[in-house]
């Protein structure tokens, strides 16, 4: 097939990515690739990519900072223009089936209005905009919407029957590979904001008596200063934004990872990257994340820093072989790029299907006529 993949323009989708929709888009263009599909990444410039056709002159996120232009009418016009001039590209160049990796809802009333056959995957719970976007279409054939766990399924479904399925995000278990031993370690792995939870980790690790390499982009630099740097002591070390290969060994050697978002996680691409390592997790019950770690860690309730502390003494219970089986049979690469495979071949044929219909119902008319 030819596929246009749309990512989202916050930042560039580039090494080191800025967080799990970055690195998701990156997996999902190379695994279609691998799969036999011609793609084009329509993303922001800055991104890294074979076929990229740049929708804008910069990410948003370095000309309209979203922590100070959030919600304005400047970041929003800046946003609908890149993917307008993103689009109009779709439809001079004939693309079987365009996925909406992004978190634009305007390309899913174009795929609408210009019969386009449409995937659109959500990384986040409903929001604003988007969910009336997704609402709107649920029933619209030739359309379909992801979501990458089950419990965002319930969140986003509008009703039976809806076109809205579930994959699960996919793991380059080739790359996120177990270590020859574990060191004595824990690791915290994201973007250091106050939803990711960076500063209730470290203050986790102080209580266990635990050493933690907490590893991200400063994205809120005040809560860095005041949550997190007061507890970079005694073995707690903040150790900046590593590329996918410099981080890899650090989370494969940790005794176990920890996952502490404040927000519904929709899945947490963190905690199964380190489960393919053969590294158990301890991570707050928000959101995807009991799903995603099964019984390969320990689900705490969310922001009962006591208990994670209390987890982390545990973690060595955890069978570090079933943490990576987990996600070799659950969350792999190939058993994502199938899953969107299945979704493209239904709005494929859907679309198809409608303009044989229309042709026909045409024919009959014609005939008719001429009668």
């Keep these: 097939m030819k596929i246009a993949v749309f990512a989202h323009i916050r930042h560039a989708i580039a090494e080191p990515f800025m967080g799990g929709m970055e690195a998701h888009c990156r997996m999902l263009c190379d695994g279609l690739r691998a799969s036999g599909h011609d793609v084009t990444l329509f993303a922001a410039a800055g991104s890294r990519d074979a076929q990229l056709f740049e929708i804008c ?42 996925h909406n990796n992004s978190l634009c809802p305007a390309i899913i009333e174009w795929a609408a209005r210009d019969g386009v056959p449409l995937v659109t995957s959500q990384h986040v719970p409903p929001f604003g905009a988007m969910r009336d976007a997704v609402i709107d279409h649920a029933y619209h054939p030739g359309m379909m919407t992801t979501v990458t766990s089950h419990s965002q ?21 080739d790359q996120w590979i177990p270590a020859a031993r574990a060191e004595d370690h824990f690791v915290w792995v994201g973007r250091i904001t106050p939803n990711k939870g960076t500063g209730e980790a470290a203050r986790a690790a102080r209580m266990a008596r635990a050493k933690l390499k907490i590893v991200g982009p400063v994205e809120d630099a005040r809560y860095f200063m005041e949550q997190v740097e007061p507890h970079l002591t005694d073995g707690i070390e903040y150790h900046g934004h590593r590329t996918t290969d410099a981080l890899r060994p650090i989370v494969a050697q940790a005794r176990g990872a920890l996952v502490t978002p404040l927000w519904d996680e929709p899945f947490g691409l963190v905690a199964a990257e380190a489960l393919s390592c053969g590294t158990p997790v301890c991570a707050y019950g928000s959101g995807a994340l009991a799903e995603v770690v099964g019984d390969c860690g320990f689900i705490v309730p969310p922001r009962d820093i006591g208990a994670l502390a209390v987890a982390m003494g545990r973690i060595d219970e955890v069978s570090r072989r079933r943490c990576r089986q987990r996600v070799l049979t659950r969350y792999s690469v190939p058993a994502m790029i199938e899953g969107y495979q299945a979704c493209y071949r239904r709005v494929v044929d859907t679309r198809a299907d409608q303009a044989a219909s229309a042709f026909a119902s045409s024919q009959s008319s014609t005939t008719a006529l001429l009668a």
Excluded: K
């Design 57 to 98: 002159d910069a990410p948003y996120d370095s000309v309209l900072p979203w922590a100070v232009w959030r919600g304005t009418p400047e970041l929003a016009a800046y946003q609908r223009e890149a993917f307008a001039r993103g689009w109009a590209e779709v439809l001079a160049r004939d693309f079987d089936v365009v």
């Design 153 to 173: 399924l319930e969140a986003w479904d509008p009703g039976p029957g809806a076109n809205l399925r579930v994959v699960h995000n996919g793991i380059r278990c």
